[in-house]
Nanobody, 127 residues
Framework: QVHLVESGGGLVPAGGSLTLSCTASGRTLSGRAMAWFRQAPGKEREFVAA???????????YYADSVKGRFTISRNDARNTLYLQMTSLNPEETAVYYC?????????????????WGQGTQVTVSS
């Protein structure tokens, strides 16, 4: 497993933007798919975005329909860091955002495809 720490959460007005970071330690992110999930108050944790690993580019990305066109997931394996750029945020996206490391180079939206999780960072979108 890899130790993950998220940062960058905070309070943002509706329509605003925020970028989250997830830094890994203990083991490299290279060779592992990565993802962001979120959990709103009173709701189950849900998939947000994932990025595969491959050696020749920055990795294929996948998004939940609700965030397509507004969120961008990216990774910098040299820095062992995963990012989530979020734009046009709405109050319904208030949640704790978690990063997760996959068991292999490919992973999707299922939580059981990931074996390492961060502690989460709170994102609050005010109306």
């Amino acid at each position: 497993q890899v130790h993950l720490v998220e940062s960058g959460g905070g309070l943002v007005p509706a329509g605003g933007s925020l970028t989250l970071s997830c830094t890994a330690s203990g083991r490299t992110l290279s060779g592992r798919a990565m993802a962001w999930f979120r959990q709103a108050p009173g709701k189950e944790r849900e998939f947000v975005a994932a990025i595969r690993w491959n050696s020749w580019n920055f990795g294929t990305t996948y998004y939940a329909d609700s965030v397509k066109g507004r969120f961008t997931i990216s990774r910098n394996d040299a820095r062992n860091t995963l990012y989530l750029q979020m734009t046009s945020l709405n109050p319904e996206e208030t949640a704790v955002y978690y990063c997760a490391a996959g068991r292999g180079v490919v992973a999707g939206s299922a939580e059981n495809e990931y074996d390492s999780w961060g502690q989460g960072t709170q994102v609050t979108v005010s109306s």
